[in-house]
């Protein structure tokens, strides 16, 4: 089996978007640069969050981190969800208890202020910051952009919190159902153009984060988020970028997922692997799905962990992952051995590619 250092990681990545075979799973780390890393906190004791997002050669330095370090298969940018709602007129402030949107939306009046920004002026330090770290990995790794799905950073913008719960934007969906969808369309017009603008810089892939879509039924979903959400994958299907989405406790609408014509769905823990391909068949892609606290634990418990979600697919169609985000107390050793667990997992030379392999193909 080819070394991680002679593969084409970026080769391998999108091969396994698209449900080809692999010499091995790819893997990465959602949060992979952040608070576990001693290099980080180094960072951050010169610089404020923000500012780290805000500075392209800062913000390339910490996404570069987890690469160097673990020898992870991608990079993503170091950025927030955040951005498109302060690029889209909202005051963002960034303090140690958690981000804060200043004036939430509450009403018409608030969804018709917020801005269609220019990516190209208002937040062209994160198209720097890609094109730095673009340049130094080189074009065998790929470098993933992302953004906030349109059902999650619509509730941050309702309730000016990312921390606790969601109560005022349900409300709005029960009590003005129209003044919603105004919002999420809203939001998914200039997060379309906001990861467009990310793979003209040089993402090979963008993610979709949805953190909150377990706070909907499987039809609220499908009448709310949904839409906006498809509306958001179509734009990026305009590149030759892949979609992953993930979207956290959603394993009762698998389905709906799916219908969002996203290449790659990221599972979090709660959902087997092999349950949801039987659910999904074998024309989607899945990234996941380890607890991130099995990464609390050893090396050896970090690896097995890495090695049964492996084992749960065959390696087929699947980039390995967490369910979430590492968690700041986790141990650099442990997950050092999770990314070295996917590298050195044997796996059949010739698996048998998704159904759809060919149409899918043709997309990159």
């Given at each position: 089996m080819a070394s991680a250092d002679t593969l084409n990681r970026k080769a391998l990545f999108l091969r396994a978007c698209r449900g080809e075979s692999v010499e091995r799973v790819p893997a990465w780390i959602m949060r992979q640069a952040g608070r576990y890393l001693p290099e980080y906190l180094a960072v951050r004791e010169k610089h404020s969050f923000l500012e780290i997002c805000k500075t392209p050669d800062v913000a390339a330095e910490v996404s570069l981190q987890p690469f160097r370090r673990l020898g992870v298969d991608a990079v993503i940018?170091?950025?927030?969800?955040?951005?498109v709602a302060e690029a889209m007129g909202m005051p963002l402030e960034v303090p140690d208890s958690g981000p804060i949107l200043r004036n939430p939306i509450r009403d018409r009046a608030a969804v018709?202020?917020?801005?269609?920004?220019?990516?190209?002026?208002?937040?062209?330090?994160?198209?720097?910051?890609?094109?730095?770290?673009?340049?130094?990995?080189?074009?065998d790794v790929p470098v993933i952009g992302f953004a906030a799905a349109p059902w999650t950073l619509a509730c941050y913008m309702i309730e000016g919190q990312t921390r606790g719960d969601v109560n005022t934007a349900k409300r709005m969906m029960y009590a003005e159902p129209a003044l919603l969808r105004a919002l999420l369309e809203k939001i998914a017009q200039a997060t379309g153009a906001y990861l467009r603008a990310q793979i003209d810089a040089g993402?090979?892939?963008?993610?979709?984060?949805?953190?909150?879509?377990?706070e909907l039924s499987r039809g609220e979903y499908e009448e709310f988020e949904l839409p906006a959400t498809r509306s958001v994958i179509e734009e990026i299907h305009r590149t030759d970028a892949p979609a992953i989405l993930f979207a956290k406790n959603s394993g009762h609408m698998l389905a709906s997922l799916?219908?969002?014509?996203?290449?790659?769905?990221?599972l979090d823990w709660r959902l087997e692997l092999d349950e949801a391909r039987r659910i999904l068949g074998r024309n989607v892609g899945l990234q996941g799905n380890v607890d991130p606290r099995a990464l609390l634990t050893s090396p050896e418990i970090a690896a097995e962990a890495a090695q049964?979600?492996?084992?749960?697919?065959?390696?087929?169609g699947h980039i390995l992952n967490l369910g979430h985000g590492i968690l700041p107390q986790t141990p650099v050793e442990n997950a050092h051995a999770f990314i070295r667990a996917a590298h050195e997992f044997p796996l059949p030379t010739a698996a048998t590619p998704l159904q759809g392999e060919a149409t899918r193909s043709a997309m990159w």
């Open positions: 940018v170091f950025s927030d969800i955040l951005i018709e202020r917020l801005r269609i920004f220019d990516p190209g002026a208002a937040t062209k330090f994160l198209g720097d910051a890609i094109r730095a770290i673009c340049a130094a990995v080189g074009p993402a090979a892939v963008v993610q979709l984060f949805d953190t909150w879509a377990g799916a219908a969002t014509g996203a290449d790659v769905l990221s049964g979600a492996i084992a749960k697919t065959g390696g087929i």
